[in-house]
């Protein structure tokens, strides 16, 4: 069965950090570009930050640049994302996904799986 399973979600205080972790089984990450993205409530869904298959090739929302960071453990089949200086608006749903025609920037429409989503929520 093909999937990512995505962990690491919770409760964190403004300012504090996280680290999603999304996990692939019945297929290997190697070659496909992988993305995060995030649905806040009443929001529509986002591109958070995207990477390609070779790493030459990331992309950050404006909102998270500086912030955020993206990376793979191909070893792992596992694509992370690092969350420092949280804050409110971060709150939402967030996904990974993985596609294995990837071009540039964060492209939620042709992403060939993802993942049900972890949940963030950021307090004042």
């Known amino acids: 069965q093909l999937q990512l399973v995505e962990s690491g979600g919770g409760l964190v205080q403004s300012g504090g950090s996280l680290r999603l972790s999304c996990a692939a089984s019945g297929f290997t990450l190697d070659y496909y570009g992988l993305g995060w993205f995030r649905q806040a409530p009443g929001k529509e869904r986002e591109g958070v930050s995207c990477?390609?298959?070779?790493?030459?090739?990331?992309y950050y929302a404006d909102s998270v640049k500086g912030r955020f960071t993206i990376s793979r453990d191909n070893a792992k089949n596992t694509v992370y994302l690092q969350m420092n200086s949280l804050k409110p608006e971060d709150t939402a749903v967030y996904y990974c996904?993985?596609?294995?025609?990837?071009?540039?920037?964060?492209?939620?429409?042709?992403?060939?799986?993802w993942g049900k989503g972890t949940l963030v929520i950021v307090s004042t």
């Open positions: 990477i390609s298959a070779d790493d030459n090739r990331v």
């Open positions: 996904a993985a596609i294995i025609k990837y071009g540039s920037g964060c492209p939620e429409y042709g992403m060939d799986y």
